[in-house]
């Protein structure tokens, strides 16, 4: 385990390569993140711990009420990654998931590029496969633009008509539900009202601005660029997550995005995290 660090005059990142972890995020001095693990292989749920992939169904690692969640017990989180550049904007991680890790077929080769340019945060993730497998990469950073306080001192915004239908294990049913109306509803800037874990199915497709934050005692704000499908919006008493993925168990779910990787082929994703301060 290595703690390294990315630095200019805005943004100030310690990483860890236990997990490709952003231990901590820092903008002119305020912790404005912290704990943003790389989730993998699959982010979010897959139902049952059983893959469908072809003609084959696969067994994972069942470690949430019989279900896969974020990849398994020993997840991306969980693992020693490899640095193989450097610098001090730019680090880049690298990890072999080999065939049959917590279940999932192929032996998967995956990158973690975090990069910073002024108050621009880019993580980018690459991975390829030597067999037809899943992939769903995020990374679990938990926001606090306040640097400290409660969740609710916040304002949001998400480009999102509609969030998916889950059951009581957060397992999606495949209706997908109109926010408008209903406490979903983040398509103006409205206060945050904790007590969220659900998956908005964003608007628009290719790298687009989809989320806003802002702290309401500090008046820093980051903007959310991606060019994933969903927006996973889960929080603390403290902090708030803005996970940009594809939909939770979406190999059970052919009408979703696909995430199925091939032999051959290579996943990349990119979501840029933008900080700005209001100046008092």
């Known amino acids: 385990m290595s703690i390294l660090t990315l630095q200019n005059d805005e943004l100030r990142l310690k990483v860890d390569t236990k997990g490709a972890c952003i231990k901590t995020l820092n903008l002119r001095g305020t912790e404005v993140g912290r704990d943003g693990i790389t989730v993998g292989r699959y982010a979010n749920r897959i139902a049952g711990a059983k ?21 398994g017990t020993e997840g991306f989180d969980k693992k020693e990654w490899t640095v193989t550049d450097h ?7 690298e990890l072999v998931s080999e065939d049959g890790d917590q279940g999932f077929p192929g032996t998967l080769k995956v990158k973690a590029e975090y990069s910073i340019d002024g108050g621009e945060l880019k993580i980018t993730y690459k991975a390829e496969s030597d067999a037809p497998t899943v992939v769903n990469l995020t990374n679990h950073l938990y926001f606090n633009l306040n640097g400290d306080g409660p969740s609710g001192d916040h304002m949001l915004k998400i480009n999102a008509d509609k969030v998916l239908e889950v059951d009581g294990q957060l397992i999606p049913t495949g209706k997908l ?10 398509k103006r800037q409205k206060r945050f009202c904790p007590d969220f874990d659900c998956c908005y199915v964003l608007k628009g497709r290719g790298l687009r601005t989809v989320a806003a934050l802002k702290g309401c005692v500090s008046g820093i704000s980051v903007e959310v660029e991606t060019d994933q499908p969903g927006l996973q919006l889960y929080n603390t008493d403290t902090h708030i997550c803005l996970e940009t993925q594809h939909f939770p168990d979406s190999p059970h779910h052919p009408e979703f995005p696909d995430t199925t990787l091939l032999r051959g082929q290579i996943f990349e994703t990119s979501t840029i995290y933008s900080f700005k301060q209001e100046e008092k």
């Open 51 to 71: 893959l469908p992939l072809f003609f084959g169904e696969f067994e994972l690692d069942a470690n949430e009420n019989g279900n896969t969640l974020h990849g």
């Open 87 to 93: 610098r001090p904007e730019h680090i880049c991680m």
């Open 177 to 186: 539900l109109d926010v408008r109306g209903t406490r979903f509803d983040h």
